[in-house]
């Protein structure tokens, strides 16, 4: 039951985050900063292109169109090792354990994960695009500009998570199936 609620509404969308800001999000942030740096977005300004919307709309399409599936074996990994610690590990019954996983998390639920997830993937893009498109300093000012968005992404998600936890399943804590409700 814990593994269940807990992966799905929290932990889950936070490691899932935190992951994608530390590999892409830094990645996003990087290849801006060194295309800033090299002034190969001041060519496209030139060129017509309208930079920041070539640049980041990509990026940021990319993201969303990727998130869902991936978050979804990730939460499915989560789940996985919630079941193996407490029926392998610590040798609860199997389906005891099964019964009260199925009956705690529904529908909504998951999808209110997925959701938060997806905010969490376009705050990513967003701020690392920023710091990324902003660079200046040459390398080290690109280095400095990926230190920076990753930090602000880890601040901002965190924020973000409270009220999306809190906006989303409520101040009162619930347990679907239980009579918690």
């Known amino acids: 039951m814990a593994g269940s609620i807990a992966n799905t509404q929290a932990i889950a969308p936070l490691i899932a985050s935190l992951a994608i800001a530390a590999k892409v999000g830094t990645g996003f942030t990087a290849q801006l900063g ?32 990727v998130i869902a599936p991936v978050y979804m074996v990730g939460l499915l990994g989560a789940y996985l090792a919630s079941r193996f610690v407490i029926v392998g590990m610590l040798g609860e ?12 998390i529904t529908p909504e639920y998951f999808a209110y994960s997925i959701l938060m997830t997806v905010i969490f993937a376009i705050i990513i893009a967003v701020i690392c695009c920023s710091y990324g498109y902003n660079a200046g300093g040459g390398p080290e000012g690109v280095g400095r500009a ?20 809190f906006g989303l399943y409520g101040l009162t804590p619930t347990i679907p199936g239980m009579g918690l409700e």
């Open 34 to 65: 060194s295309m800033r740096v090299s002034d190969e977005i001041d060519a496209l300004d030139t060129l017509g292109v309208p930079s920041i919307t070539f640049l980041a709309t990509v990026r940021m399409l990319a993201m969303l169109i």
């Open 146 to 165: 990926a230190g920076t968005a990753v930090r602000t992404t880890i601040l901002t998600i965190a924020l973000a998570a409270m009220v999306l936890v």
């Open 93 to 104: 019954s199997s389906g005891t354990y099964d019964y009260y996983f199925r009956q705690s």
